[in-house]
């Protein structure tokens, strides 16, 4: 195989296995009726349709939304908007309420996250939860952040803060793969990389299953992700 098609393999690989891996950590708080901020090509729709009736998603980009019309298209409750969750008019349209609204990777994209998840609440029934997944650690925001248009990444008590400035109350905050946030301090702070090379993404592919049973037996003091659940 070309290396450069295995390196877009093995990338691939592992972001299905850390799709999977987040998608068991915040299964239990999805309801009946879902709203995707950020949907991007479906990665995570894929992974939770089976556990939800009822799909809504945005994105600011037309060819993703385009992309998951596609693939849902034979889904009989199932929408898609090209749309900001910082635009008033976009949630007009979204017209919740909403059992969850997830967001996964997203907010730190976002310039005005207060904003964002003000809106996120607006779109939430009753008792319903809001789910964001963000890059945890301020002091790991590195050249790997920036080349992929990170703002910044959150600590426990920053999502605390702005999510309950939001409106919301906290009820779960978890850090999630504890060796991806060293991964990420080398690769990025210390070596200036602005991608993890070959060789680490295939280590990571083989070992997160592994990695991922170990931290359901104990939660990790770090992590390069940050699992923040409110309702």
């Known amino acids: 195989m070309d290396a450069a098609l295995r390196d877009v393999r ?12 987040l998608v068991g950590g915040f299964r239990p708080y999805l309801g009946s009726r879902l709203l995707e901020i950020g949907c991007g090509w479906g990665n995570i729709l894929r992974l ?7 799909i809504s998603a945005i994105d ?5 939304v385009l992309r998951v019309r596609a693939l849902y298209r034979e889904h009989p409750r199932f929408t898609a908007l090209v749309g900001d969750i910082c635009d008033a008019a976009t949630v007009e349209a979204l ?6 609204v997830l967001s996964v990777n997203v907010l730190e994209h976002i310039r005005d996250d207060h904003l964002a998840l003000a809106h996120m609440k607006r779109l939430l029934a009753p008792d319903g939860f809001l789910v964001a997944v963000v890059p945890a650690h301020e002091h790991l925001y590195n050249r790997m952040d920036r080349a992929i248009g990170h703002y910044r990444r959150y600590s426990k008590a920053e999502m605390t803060a702005k999510l309950e400035q939001a409106g919301c109350e906290v009820v779960a905050l978890r850090y999630i793969n504890a060796l991806g946030a060293l991964g990420w301090l080398v690769n990025g702070s210390i070596l200036g990389r602005t991608t993890p ?3 680490q993404l ?19 003091p770090c992590g390069v992700s940050l699992l923040a659940v409110a309702r």
């Open 95 to 100: 017209s919740g309420e909403f059992d969850t």
């Open 60 to 64: 600011v980009d037309e060819e993703s």
């Open 197 to 199: 090379p070959a060789g």
């Open 10 to 21: 093995e990338k691939r690989l592992l972001i299905d296995a850390q799709d999977r891996w």
């Open 48 to 54: 939770v349709d089976g556990f939800v009736d009822e």
């Open 202 to 220: 295939r280590l990571m592919n083989a070992i997160t299953r592994v990695l991922r049973a170990l931290e359901q037996l104990a939660e990790p």
